[in-house]
């Protein structure tokens, strides 16, 4: 039988995503997030999915707070850390847990428009289309390896929460099909 990595979710806000993952039945082990109340972790209280917080201001860094994130997944047996929706990027103290196998997904055709206003950026910016990316993470902001990714059409009159919502029901599919081929690999 093929082994199946253990998978931990990372999340900030609404966890639109995380709940794609929940609803294509992947196994999560655990969802830690930045942020206190955050939708996201309701969502996983109602799945059954251990949760913990780890807010910057309770730890003296963010290598502590990354150190103790990556012992509590750890602990709860991930070994592949999806990121869906966090808002910080992650220490090398983090990363290095867990080489290779931490995954984001963002809303815009990496390498364009990365950072956090990626789609007010795109909008901006005029472009004809935009999309959705799941890749590595690395240090940099939204900067390691494409593993998929697939374009969405900017529409005469989008707003940026008209354009994000079609982005967000490409990436409740390609994010499903990426973690469940990584965790299968
Ligand atoms: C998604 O669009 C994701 O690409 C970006 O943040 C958004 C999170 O949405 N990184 P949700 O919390 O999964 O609904």
């Known amino acids: 039988m093929t082994p199946v990595l253990g998978v931990g979710v990372l999340v900030s806000g609404s966890g639109s995503n995380l709940q794609a993952l929940i609803d294509a039945e ?23 999915i251990p949760t913990a917080v780890f807010a910057l201001a309770d730890f003296r860094n963010r290598d502590e707070r990354d150190g103790a994130m990556a012992e509590w997944l750890s602990a709860r047996g991930v070994e592949l850390v999806v990121c869906a929706g966090y808002m910080h990027l992650l220490c090398p103290v983090f990363l290095d847990r867990f ?8 809303p815009a055709l990496l390498p364009a428009f ?10 901006s910016a005029g472009a004809a289309e935009t ?18 990714q697939e374009a969405v059409a900017v529409i005469p009159g989008d707003t940026p929460a008209t354009l ?11 994010l499903p099909e990426v973690v469940r081929e990584l965790i299968a690999s």
């Open 26 to 48: 992947i196994e999560i082990a655990a969802v830690a997030s930045n942020v206190e109340g955050a939708t996201a972790l309701a969502r996983a209280t109602v799945a059954g």
């Open 99 to 106: 080489p290779g196998r931490v995954v984001n997904v963002h």
């Open 114 to 123: 990365p950072g956090a206003s990626a789609v007010e950026d795109a909008l």
């Open 131 to 148: 999309g959705a990316t799941v890749h590595l993470v690395d240090e940099g902001v939204d900067t390691g390896a494409v593993l998929r």
């Open 164 to 174: 994000h919502a079609r982005i967000r029901s490409v990436e409740h599919r390609l």
